[in-house]
């Protein structure tokens, strides 16, 4: 079972920033906060990952609260190519199995 | 790098007939996953090997579906014999265990109907 909550569903205009939400109240010590997304009809991108510090790249940044309860995923200017269902994910490490359970996720709609 | 390849990108077949899907892994990686996507149940994790050995099936739906991976740069999903409730997206991904979590490669998926 998933170990996240996320809304179903949000907008977002076009070259505004993208926050998308996550609930994880039940997350472990050892199980970090990934995030990927799956445009229509392809296979899930990998978008960014972390465990307790707040993580950015060139496609996103990853604010995790202090007590790892939630996170929220920041697209700086989202455009119209970001319309995609986003999923967070708890993950276990691999001595535990490391299993990406996906559920079912945060459908993003950029308009212009 | 290629990335994570899949074969077929489509398939149609009747009920009852087998059907096999091929996954080539990114080189290197040491993890297989093979997931199925419908849009009834979402992403569901069937299988994954470590070090070509499977290591959890708990997600396989039944005994029509079987798994292999004979070396490290090949696995393949077969389904005999098939039903029309298996017409799913079959998506193999990939990954590398390292330190500090690791990225799971996914392909582009084998979209497969069973009439």
């Known amino acids: 079972d998933a170990k996240t909550t996320q809304p179903p569903s949000m907008d977002c205009a076009e070259g505004r920033a993208a926050n998308l939400p996550c609930n994880h109240s039940?997350?472990?010590?050892?199980?970090?906060v990934y995030w990927y997304r799956q445009i229509h009809s392809q296979g899930p991108q990998y978008i960014i990952h972390g465990l307790k510090n707040n993580e950015t790249n060139e496609m996103a940044s990853l604010i995790i609260t202090e007590d790892r309860k939630s996170s929220t995923l920041i697209l700086p200017h989202a455009t119209l190519r970001d319309t995609a269902v986003y999923y967070c994910i708890v993950r276990p490490p691999y001595n535990q199995g490391g299993k990406l359970i996906f559920g079912q996720g945060t459908e993003l709609s950029v308009k212009p | 790098d290629a990335g994570v390849i899949q074969s077929p990108r489509h398939e149609v077949t009747e009920m009852g007939q087998e059907v096999t899907l091929r996954c080539k892994p990114i080189s290197g990686h040491d993890y297989l996953f093979w997931y199925r996507q419908t849009m009834m149940r979402g992403l569901e994790l069937l299988i994954y090997f470590n070090n070509n050995v499977p290591i959890d099936d708990s997600g396989m739906p039944e005994d029509r579906f079987s798994a292999k991976m004979p070396n490290a740069s090949f696995s393949t999903l077969k389904i005999q014999p098939s039903e029309p409730r298996d017409s799913a997206v079959y998506f193999c991904?990939?990954?590398?265990?390292?330190?500090?979590?690791?990225?799971?490669?996914f392909g582009e998926g084998s979209w497969l109907t069973v009439v």
């Open positions: 039940t997350i472990s010590g050892n199980e970090y």
């Open positions: 991904a990939s990954s590398r265990q390292g330190a500090t979590g690791n990225t799971i490669y």
